[in-house]
């Protein structure tokens, strides 16, 4: 099944725009991200005050409500324990006298954008960094717009306190991510940027891409929900809120085998979406990008949402754990009716950077197994050299490249 998710508004491409940003900040370094900066966020910065003073960063903590430190908190203990399992191993094999293997290193330095526009996302700092430390990156910085004058999220930058980062610059947009990629008299280059933005901070990562690298590309939010019966269909309806909520060009549908269930999350909707703050903007992301799916069984529902590969698959449906066997593309995937995929945005001990735009056939959540290289090691000894040499010639010869072989032969002292 195919769900054609909404298309991006129509208008100018930024994409010129966002490299002619991109070739300032190469060439002229802090004065072009003061310039843009002062251009597009309306700030008034010089080379001294990019990057926000620690003393500044650790006084943020004091200035939010404890309950958010505490959140924060919770949320990096939780991550943090996921992160340790998924520490990747080196490995080494011998045999008689011959070694293959991989060794595991860190990557140097990780740039992480957190946005600051439509909203401040200090969880996105959080779910950045913990999987970087637990791989053993030793720098990591963080940019982040400022507001109006020179201030930035309070938010963020306790965020960054409570995960110990020190290292902020007030830079937003494509500039920040050229900082990043190129470095400046101010910023120090990184070898690799995460963390969702608009469409500048999109097209920026994708025009740096292997200049430095970077994580996946984050869509608007998406969620399906697979449910029978068995489920409240106010339930429903507040899960599919949740996720329009986040903005326009988002994904929110409801794949079930049950018209019954259909009409009454249909009901259900009109009153979530009434007694939500922002209403007129969750029912134009409904509008948009809602969808209702009547499916003909259970397994049929799984196999449409594998097409989908949604970023958060909800199963809230009976017997739930016992359809994980027929899970085969989803960012993340949130069971049983006491499971809703806010917990997982901040304390589940998941990480909510996750694929969407249908990128989930082939891409993975970000996690410790992306702020580490995996590079091969090998040592022979000359028996095996001299088993394996006539390979060596054979395919050397197919291929046309003798040195190949004569690398092999000059160290046998054949020819």
Request: hydrophobic share 45%.
């Amino acid at each position: 099944m195919h769900v054609r998710r909404p298309d991006p508004v129509a208008g100018e491409d930024p994409s010129a725009a966002v490299r002619a940003i991109l070739d300032d900040v190469r060439l002229r370094g802090d004065a072009a991200i003061i310039d843009h900066t002062q251009r597009l966020d309306g700030a008034r910065l010089d080379a001294a005050s990019l990057r926000v003073p620690v003393e500044e960063i650790a006084k943020a903590r004091s200035l939010v409500r404890p309950e958010l430190i505490d959140a924060l908190e919770v949320m990096a203990q939780r991550l943090r324990t996921t992160c340790e399992r998924q520490a990747p191993e080196e490995w080494i094999d011998r045999d008689a006298g011959d070694m293959i293997g991989e060794l595991v290193r860190p990557i140097r330095r990780v740039g992480i954008y957190s946005p600051g526009g439509r909203a401040q996302y200090p969880s996105t700092v959080v779910m950045a960094a913990i999987p970087a430390q637990v791989a053993g990156v030793e720098g990591l910085a963080v940019c982040t717009p400022p507001r109006g004058g020179t201030e930035v999220s309070e938010a963020v930058l306790a965020a960054c306190s409570v995960v110990g980062i020190e290292e902020v610059y007030r830079i937003g947009g494509a500039q920040a991510i050229g900082a990043l990629a190129f470095g400046s008299e101010s910023v120090r280059p990184v070898d690799k940027i995460v963390g969702p933005g608009n469409i500048y901070v999109t097209l920026a990562k994708r025009a740096v891409e292997g200049w430095v690298g970077t994580d996946m590309e984050a869509g608007p939010s998406e969620i399906v929900v697979v449910a029978d019966d068995a489920a409240d269909p106010r339930i429903v309806a507040a899960d599919l809120v949740a996720q329009a909520e986040h903005g326009p060009l988002g994904l929110h549908v409801l794949i079930t085998p049950s018209e019954e269930l259909a009409h009454a999350v249909n009901a259900a909707l009109e009153v979530e979406v009434l007694a939500h703050p922002r209403s007129d903007d969750v029912e134009n992301a409904l509008i948009e990008g809602g969808r209702v799916a009547l499916v003909r069984d259970i397994e049929h529902a799984m196999d449409t949402a594998n097409a989908i590969a949604p970023e958060h698959l909800q199963l809230v449906l009976e017997d739930a754990d016992g359809l994980l066997g027929l899970v085969r593309n989803a960012g993340s995937v949130f069971v049983g009716p006491y499971s809703p995929v806010p917990v997982g945005d901040y304390v589940g001990g998941t990480n909510h950077v996750l694929p969407s735009g249908g990128t989930a056939r082939w891409a993975e959540g970000l996690s410790v197994r992306d702020f580490v290289k995996h590079i091969y090691v090998s040592s022979y000894q000359r028996s095996s050299l001299e088993r394996l040499a006539p390979h060596v010639r054979a395919l050397a010869e197919a291929e046309g490249l003798p040195a190949h072989a004569r690398a092999v032969d000059l160290r046998l002292d054949e020819r």
